[in-house]
């Protein structure tokens, strides 16, 4: 049974486009949060997205989007990236509100 | 707003000898406490969870954790140490009504274990 599965797990951009991150969650869960880790820091909760709607969104700004699809997959957008984005992106996902499960993060950098 | 301090930014621990992470958080209400791990390179793994009844949870891995409300902590603690347990512990606190899903995390203690 695969866990939480992220996609791409590096990616460098260049500070203004744009960036699309991708999540498929545990089998069985549908919810999915997404966090963003930067360098020395804990994680830091950006939205979360259940039923394809997001529920609860953190201090981030509009830049900041995401999308859940039916099959409770997920992705995160990032506009305009600035050079502090850059950092670690974790997907969680859950069945419902309970314990979050991790993926492994998709590490990116900003030039 | 809620928040979570921990004061130890990197603990040593001989191999074979106890651990005791420390985690204080600031919450109005009863709160969900949850502490993780993160191994380099890797996501983050839910060692233990507290939101009610016994204050000494037991986790994975031989770990535990006690919540002392008056104390506003919820210290993570280890009897033996191995060399494997080197890693990130986060120390986190769940939000609102959905308290397993907004959380918010200290900044991280990093373990290295002596031979």
């Known amino acids: 049974d695969a866990g939480v599965t992220q996609s791409p797990t590096h990616l460098i951009k260049t500070r203004g486009q744009q960036v699309t991150l991708r999540c498929s969650p545990k089998s069985g869960h549908d919810t999915v949060s997404w966090y963003q880790q930067a360098l020395g820091q804990g994680p830091q909760f950006i939205f979360q997205?259940?039923?394809?709607?997001?529920?609860q969104r953190g201090n981030f700004p509009d830049r900041f989007s995401g999308h859940q699809f039916p099959n409770y997959s997920s992705e995160l957008n990032v506009n305009a990236l600035l050079l502090g984005d850059s950092a670690l992106y974790l997907c969680?996902?859950?069945?419902?509100?309970?314990?979050?499960?991790f993926g492994n993060g998709t590490r990116l950098t900003v030039t | 707003a809620q928040s979570v301090t921990q004061p130890d930014i990197h603990i040593t621990v001989s191999e074979g000898a106890s651990l005791e992470l420390r985690c204080n958080y600031s919450y109005g209400a009863t709160p969900y406490l949850f502490w993780y791990v993160q191994s380099p390179g890797q996501g983050l793994q839910l060692l233990l969870k507290y939101f009610s009844g016994d204050t000494l949870v037991q986790g994975i891995k031989g770990f535990e954790a006690e919540f002392k409300r008056s104390q506003s902590s919820f210290n993570l603690r280890k009897p033996s140490v191995h060399w494997s347990d080197a890693a990130e512990y986060f120390c986190?606190?769940?939000?609102?009504?959905?308290?397993?899903?907004?959380?918010?995390f200290g900044t991280g203690t990093r373990l290295l274990v002596s031979p």
């Open positions: 997205y259940y039923e394809e709607e997001e529920r």
């Open positions: 986190a606190v769940g939000e609102g009504g959905t308290g397993f899903q907004k959380l918010v």
């Open positions: 969680a996902s859950s069945p419902g509100n309970s314990p979050l499960h």
